[in-house]
């Protein structure tokens, strides 16, 4: 009896690098690849801007700690804001008040001569100055002490400064039971700080009055 011929087993080979299917298999994977860091990189289109770390007032100078970097989804409008990709601008200075987490806008800071501002120290009693801290904005008004030669033809209150800004609140108790004062830094107007600083040079009473809304003890 005839035995059936068998079919020789094939013997399996490598891949050549000149196999289309290898090939053509390296191209997807490396496409797949391209396109989907694309898609990564795309979907996380933040940019780095600073924010006020903690309540910057007009007229503060900048410094390292003044700010801190958050990175945000703005498109277009991350333009108008501080970019945080370089250093903080050290020893340039607020030009406006800029809330704790607020974004920075470029336009908040400027260099020294920007400044239209400028400190004076005055004191009141701390009836006037109960919950005022730094950012809080104040009416102040001036009431002549009798025989002071700044107002002795009318010795009325007169307010001197609306909205003027706190810079530092300091309240030291008075001597022998005599009443608590508080010294409070007010970022006044250039064209007033001549008269905010005869006022105090001549004993008058200073009031300061908080503006309805402003920042407060225990409130913001």
């Not at 979907?43 to 945000?72: H, I, K, N």
């Amino acid at each position: 009896m005839t035995e059936l011929a068998r079919p020789a087993a094939k013997r399996l080979q490598r891949p050549s690098w000149r196999d289309s299917r290898l090939v053509v298999g390296i191209l997807l994977v490396l496409l797949s690849a391209t396109l989907g860091a694309k898609a990564v990189a795309s979907a996380d289109d933040r940019t780095p801007v600073y924010v006020a770390a903690d309540d910057l007032v007009a007229g503060d100078r900048v410094t390292a700690s003044s700010f801190t970097r958050v990175d945000v989804r703005l498109g277009e409008g991350v333009v108008a804001y501080l970019p945080a990709d370089a250093p903080a601008p050290e020893g340039s200075y607020l030009l406006r008040d800029v809330r704790a987490g607020e974004l920075v806008p470029r336009s908040a800071v400027g260099a020294p001569d920007a400044v239209r501002v400028q400190r004076v120290t005055v004191r009141s009693d701390t009836g006037s100055t109960a919950g005022l801290v730094r950012g809080s904005r104040v009416d102040v008004y001036v009431t002549p002490k009798t025989g002071s030669g700044l107002d002795d033809a009318d010795p009325v209150t007169r307010k001197l400064l609306a909205g003027a800004a706190v810079a530092a609140v300091q309240t030291r108790g008075g001597s022998l039971g005599g009443t608590a004062t508080t010294s409070v830094q007010v970022y006044v107007p250039a064209g007033k700080v001549q008269a905010l600083v005869e006022a105090v040079d001549a004993e008058a009473k200073v009031t300061l009055v908080p503006v309805p809304g402003t920042a407060t003890d225990g409130a913001s």
